[in-house]
């Protein structure tokens, strides 16, 4: 249920502003949508009648958080997601922008597909949701998408989701087309020959559970080759999901070099290493897979350096007939939109990175690179908001969950840490009671 919008005034908080390394006591304003003040003793100054005080008694105020690929049924799937219940989901999780993917039936290819997304969005979620339009039509990799008058409809960036394109010509014009625009291309940095029949991470744990394997090199070929054609184009180019040591290689190169090159990791791979699917626990069976426990700790080092740019959620709803099966047969993914905050809390309390890192790679630097006016508690900004108890303990429960498919790898974990209001555009859309 929304709220109405009217003054808010969040007292006596721990203001967390990454867009300007602000850590600081203090209290927000939010009037008319916006972000009216943030400094101590607002309140004893006098605010507009009618604001709503809410003492935050110490807990963390940071900008919405914004997730860079997030799966969503509409249009055509439906029964796994739909823009209302991810939007729930993503309210719940502290997030105020879904970046949702173009490989839905039919795909986001067209201006007219993308002009239909923003419009059931606008009448049925209760947090900004922007799409991401095809860079190749159909998907099918060959041939390019419209971006001239995809990006003038609305599509914020431009990817085929989960699919890799491998013909290189093929996304050597796309960034060159691409650049004429300033759009941003992201890819799915995986060679599907290369993958063949494998399920999970190539090595002796794979080995051991009697399952095929996919190789890092799988990731860093195509990753090194998009690099080259960067440097040949000059375009702007997303690596939508790095896992391992290798890419971080790769990327390192590209950026001392000077290229215009990003790259994003998953919650699920900054929180979980190919261990955890034990005993062939499909919930974990994500694409890319899980790799090492070294590559794990090397991407959050990458995290907190800027090296790697964003984290974003994965979140890709599948229904019981889809993951409860062997795990081999069992299609990947995991969802992620309600669950992104509080996994990525795990890491702070471990001291393996610090908030505000985790906050600007969630947050500010995705804002950034999707030309977003969130991701930021500057005076005049939007009111997208939220309050985060970073220290109270809870155990997931899925049937909690307000995404339509439970397949969370994070079933019956212990949390600690969990946004309890989210505000978005002035307006509170979420409240943990």
């Known amino acids: 249920m929304l709220s109405e919008r009217r003054p808010i005034l969040l007292a006596n908080a721990r203001i967390v502003d990454p867009s300007r390394d602000l850590d600081t006591r203090g209290d927000l304003l939010i009037a008319d949508g916006q972000i009216r003040d943030v400094k101590r003793g607002i309140g004893a100054g006098g605010v507009p009648e009618g604001t709503e005080v809410f003492d935050c008694r110490g807990k963390v105020v940071a900008p919405g958080l914004i997730d860079m690929r997030a799966f969503i049924g509409e249009p055509g799937a439906g029964h796994r997601e739909t823009l209302a219940s991810a939007s729930e989901a993503a309210a719940a999780g502290g997030v105020t922008t879904i970046i949702c993917q173009p490989d839905t039936s039919p795909a986001i290819d067209d201006p007219a597909t993308v002009d239909f997304v923003l419009r059931r969005a606008r009448d049925t979620a209760i947090v900004h949701v922007h799409p ?47 650049g004429d625009f300033d759009a941003l ?12 029949d494998g399920v999970m991470n190539e090595g002796e744990y794979a080995t051991r559970l ?41 990327l390192r190169r590209a950026k001392d070099a000077g290229l215009s090159v990003s790259a994003s990791a998953s919650i699920n791979h900054v929180t979980l290493n190919e261990n955890d699917v034990g005993s062939y626990r499909t919930f974990l069976k994500v694409a890319p897979p899980l790799r090492s426990e070294d590559d794990r700790k090397l991407l959050i080092e990458a995290v907190a350096s800027g090296l790697v740019d964003a984290v974003m959620s994965d979140h890709n709803p599948q229904d019981v007939e889809t993951k409860r099966l062997p795990f081999a047969e069992a299609a990947p993914g995991a969802i992620g939109l309600e669950t992104m905050l509080s996994a990525g809390l795990r890491l702070v309390h471990n001291g393996e990175i610090e908030l505000m890192a985790l906050l600007r790679a969630m947050s500010t630097r995705p804002a950034e690179l999707l030309s977003l006016p969130g991701g930021t508690l500057k005076p005049g900004a939007p009111a997208d908001v939220i309050v985060i108890d970073t220290d109270v303990p809870w155990v997931l429960d899925p049937a909690d969950l307000k995404s339509k498919c439970k397949n969370t790898p994070f079933d019956e974990a212990r949390m600690q840490g969990r946004v309890v209001r989210t505000i978005v555009g002035g307006r509170t859309v979420y409240e943990h009671l």
């Open 132 to 178: 991401m339009a095809a860079l190749t039509k159909g998907l099918a990799g060959e041939e390019m998408t419209e971006i001239g008058l995809l990006k003038a409809a609305g599509a914020v960036a431009f990817t085929d989701g989960a699919r890799s394109i491998g013909n290189a010509q093929v996304m050597r014009r796309a960034l060159v087309y691409a």
């Open 185 to 196: 291309i992201v890819h799915h940095t995986e060679d599907p020959d290369l993958i063949g």
């Open 210 to 250: 009697g399952l095929l394997g996919i190789p890092r090199a799988a990731e860093t070929v195509v990753l090194e080759r998009d690099v080259r054609l960067v440097a040949l184009t000059g375009g702007r180019y997303h690596a939508a999901s790095v896992t391992c040591a290798e890419s971080l290689d790769v």
